[in-house]
């Protein structure tokens, strides 16, 4: 496949962040997507939290699976590093990854065939073990690059574009991860900017499994009447739970809320995630309330948007681990294959 290189050149007055970046140095090659796809947005919601944040893009590993979702990492950050892997084993591609060098950002993009289906089990083990990535799942309810059949998230009861009608239950990705224990679990909608860049910051800040499903309307084959996953649809049944934006403590954001609702919700390593709660009720550090509330307003046919559950002591793989702090690729032979004496006890103490 060709991709279409942008120009190099960047006016100079373009706005810099505090490591002199631009936001066109967080973008990459000219998508090959339908004009118009959801996950253009998701793209260029991800190049802005990268600018906002200022990170360094050769800081960021991006890897994917297969599917309309899986290609999208060749459009943002494009010095950063990124692999492509077969479908539906993003998940342990990425958790080695993470295990033999923790000092990296890992953003894991999936879709909704590629991480509810072939992949489901990569999805579920990845979550419960805590590996610390941004797990984003681009949902959009359909099979794109192979003329749109339903995928394992379309809802039953949902039309696809030549009118049949889905008989299958639905798997909500959302629901799934707070049940496996996500520690970061959120939805949003590709169309909502205002929403989806402060959690995607929130997500990267955070330490431990994040988890993001952004619901993606695929133009050509979900974008019509009887889906309930085309824009319209989205639009009329979105129920926001919060507004949002994140201060990070090594750069305080200048927001201006509304006196009293607003919630404070310190993260592990620091970080603050600020919240402007719709319903003075919703706690969002409760995942069984979460749970409740995600399926009760599931019955009424609305799509629950915003950040959901965060767990404000997370841990991560490492942490369970116990591995050493230094990256394991740095360490040398000696380190790594210590001898048979070392072997030996460490075998003896498992017996």
Known sequence: MTYLTK????????????????????????????????????????????????IEPHRVAKISGIGCSSKTPTYFLGASHGFNSVHGRMPSVLTGANLANRELIYLGISGDGDSASIGFGQF???????????????????????????????????KSKKGAVNTDNAIDLVAMALQLGATFVARSFSGDKAQLVPIIKAAIAHRGAAFIDVISPCIAFNNHAGSTKSLDYVREHNEAVNSLDVMLGRAPITVDYEPGKV????????????????????????????????????????????????????????????????????????????GSAALHKLNASLR
């Open 263 to 338: 919630v404070a919700v310190t993260q592990h390593d620091g970080t603050v995630l600020n919240l402007r709660k719709l319903n003075n009720d919703y706690d969002p550090s409760d995942r069984l309330a979460a749970m409740t509330f995600l399926q009760k307003h599931a019955s009424l046919g609305q799509i629950v948007t915003g950040l959901l559950y965060v767990d404000p002591e997370a841990d991560d793989l490492h942490g369970h681990f116990d591995t050493v702090e230094l990256p394991l690729n740095q360490l040398d032979e000696a380190a790594l294959c210590p």
């Open 124 to 158: 579920a083990h990845a979550l419960r073990r805590g590996v610390n990535m941004v797990y984003i799942v681009e949902n959009n309810g359909v099979y794109g690059l192979t003329k749109g059949q339903f995928s394992a998230t379309a809802d039953r009861g949902s």
């Open 7 to 54: 120009p190099k050149f960047h006016h100079p007055s373009l706005p810099k962040n505090e490591l002199g970046f631009t936001r066109r140095d967080y973008e990459a090659a000219t998508s090959t997507l339908c004009a118009g796809c959801g996950h253009d947005s998701i793209s260029a919601a991800i190049i802005e939290a990268s600018f906002e944040m200022a």
